[in-house]
């Protein structure tokens, strides 16, 4: 009798690799979208505006003009970072251990606020002679107030969680300086923003970070879809 051999197992053309080089390009588009949204907007703020002394957050306050056209792009970018920092990032350090799961999950909670200030708005900005306190006032704006100082302290934490990881895996490990200089960045950052004597340059500060945050997404973002590119083709 013929013994009759089981069907071979059909073997998908790696999805795999072909949604990681997709993310990847998300995110990218993301963070190049977050940049020129806040460079934009800080066009149509007003004379009294300044973008060397008053938050980025502001152009999102109630008295803030034309204020969807800088909270709609903000929040499709935020978007795009978190969902990037899920469904690209994460794969793409699914052996790096569990720091390789918790970096993804932190960079995307420390974007959550890019979603909520469209929901949780500022009462009104400083370019308009309101005080700090005049600002927060509301229960949204005092809201806006806690989200953001949380998703700071989760920014300042994600490049060092990163970086840990990033050190073990051979096709990250030229990654690993830059994120540690990176948060080393972000906590100087917020040491000068909070300290009275550069307050005055506070809005000049949080660009930089801003800045320099969207340089390293970028770089992050571009590794992650070649990588996928890469692998996809094999």
């Keep these: 009798m013929t013994g009759i051999r089981p069907a071979a197992r059909v073997v998908p053309v790696r999805p795999a690799y072909r949604s990681l080089a997709r993310w990847g390009l998300i995110g990218l588009i993301s963070e190049i979208v977050a940049v020129c949204t806040w460079l934009v907007a800080g066009a149509w703020q007003g004379p009294a505006y300044s973008p060397v002394h008053d938050d980025i957050s502001d152009m999102g306050a109630l008295t803030a003009p034309h204020v969807w056209a800088f909270l709609i792009p903000q929040a499709l970018a935020g978007a795009g970072s978190i969902a990037f920092a899920l469904f690209g990032l994460r794969p793409a350090l699914i052996h790096a251990g569990r720091a390789g799961r918790s970096g993804p999950w932190l960079a ?30 509301s229960w949204h704006a005092q809201v806006h107030s806690a989200i953001g100082f949380a998703c700071v302290l989760l920014l300042i934490v994600t490049p060092f969680v990163l970086a840990r990881r990033f050190r073990r895996l051979p096709q990250w490990r030229r990654f690993a300086a830059p994120t540690v200089l990176l948060g080393v960045v972000f906590v100087a950052g917020l040491i000068v923003i909070l300290a009275p004597s550069t307050a005055a340059y506070q809005g000049l500060t949080q660009r930089a970070i801003a800045l320099g945050g969207a340089v390293w997404g970028i770089a992050v973002a571009t590794h992650v879809a070649r990588l996928g590119r890469a692998n996809f083709h094999l």
């Excluded at 400083?126 to 005049?134: E, F, L, N, T």
């Design 108 to 137: 995307a909670l420390s974007g959550i606020q890019d979603l909520t200030d469209a929901v949780f708005r500022l009462d009104c900005r400083a370019a308009d002679g309101c005080s700090q306190a005049q600002a927060s006032t």
